[in-house]
């Protein structure tokens, strides 16, 4: 099994005439992704790779009613809308891959999303992959994604993009494969964190372990820390901190990452570590100790 993508999933792509949005359309097909529509207001009626263009997600979601998750590769400016189309069509998750949308919009577009129960991933999210079942989004790259990812039992979840393909290289250069890899982006406000995710490998029995990346500033790790030390996640945990040379650095030092905020004794590189070490997570010291620990823990 897996979580959020599978063979079931069929997605909408809003921006799929834009850059971002043709490209995600061209490596998702390649994948094997059902990709239903795309919408791009005023182009309607062109095709991207076959893939029909509406003007709004309502006519898109009329037109194909399977539809159950949108992929948003909008500029910023225009992400609040195309998060509102999505939610008020009830289409249950919405991976946002936009980078740059304000922290104003992406608590609006969170807060609305969860009084309507539909499911946000990102902003800033390279997306999520299944290893062969199917991805939303640019995760990997349609001419080695097959390299980078392959199925298995461990979960990824990653706050960056480039280290989310990294872990599943790693992982898959040592014979363990993936169920899920989820990129959930490093901005300040998110719509699906490390405890979010984790609670739905936890009812995945496809799933035997996870591996998260997390970064300096914020207090998601921790609050990962929190959800595990309830045993609201039993399965094995192994993390990986960035951000071990900031240490060394001044409290009031900016840092170029969004969400690489450090206050009142949480966000910072050893805060994140020691949580995480007594809930009982295998934190590694570098990549490579990844697979190592998963092996002896998974007992490969």
């Known amino acids: 099994m897996s979580i959020l993508v599978d063979k079931k999933t069929r997605g909408l792509i809003q921006g799929i005439t834009g ?22 207001p005023g182009k ?15 006519e898109a979601v009329l037109r194909h009613p399977s539809i159950n998750t949108s992929l948003i590769t909008v500029p910023a400016l225009f992400v609040r809308d195309a998060a509102v189309e999505a939610i008020a069509n ?38 999520i992959i299944s290893p062969g079942k199917g991805k939303i989004g640019s995760i990997g790259s349609s001419a080695v994604e097959k390299k980078i990812f392959f199925p298995g039992h461990v ?13 599943g290289v790693l992982l898959t250069r040592q014979g363990i494969g993936q169920s899920t890899a989820v990129g959930i982006g490093g ?12 609670v739905l490998f936890e009812r995945d029995p496809a799933t035997k372990a996870v ?23 039993t399965k094995p945990v192994v993390a990986i901190i960035a951000g071990y040379f900031t240490k060394d650095l001044r409290p009031a030092t900016v840092l170029g990452h969004a969400g690489a905020i450090v206050s009142h004794g949480q966000g910072g590189y050893h805060s994140k570590v020691s949580a995480l070490k007594k809930a009982g997570v295998h934190v ?14 998974l007992r490969l």
């Open 284 to 297: 590694a010291s570098t990549l490579e100790d990844i697979p190592r620990v998963l092996k002896a823990i």
């Open 187 to 198: 901005d300040q406000i998110i719509g699906s964190d490390f405890a979010d995710l984790l």
């Open 19 to 40: 850059h971002e949005g043709a490209r995600a359309c061209r490596e998702m097909l390649s994948y094997g992704t059902r990709v239903l529509a795309g919408v791009t």
């Open 44 to 58: 309607g009626g062109r095709t991207i790779e076959g893939v029909p263009v509406y003007d709004s997600v309502r």
């Open 90 to 127: 009830k289409i249950p998750l919405v991976n946002i891959l936009t980078e740059h949308v304000t922290v104003r919009d992406s608590a609006w577009i969170i807060a609305r999303a969860r009084r309507e129960g539909v499911r946000v991933v990102g902003p800033s999210s390279v997306g």
């Open 155 to 167: 979960g990824i979840i990653s706050k960056s993009g480039g280290m989310t393909a990294e872990i």
């Open 211 to 233: 591996v998260i990346f997390g970064e300096v500033g914020g207090s998601y790790e921790e609050e990962a820390a929190r959800l595990i030390s309830q045993r609201k996640c």
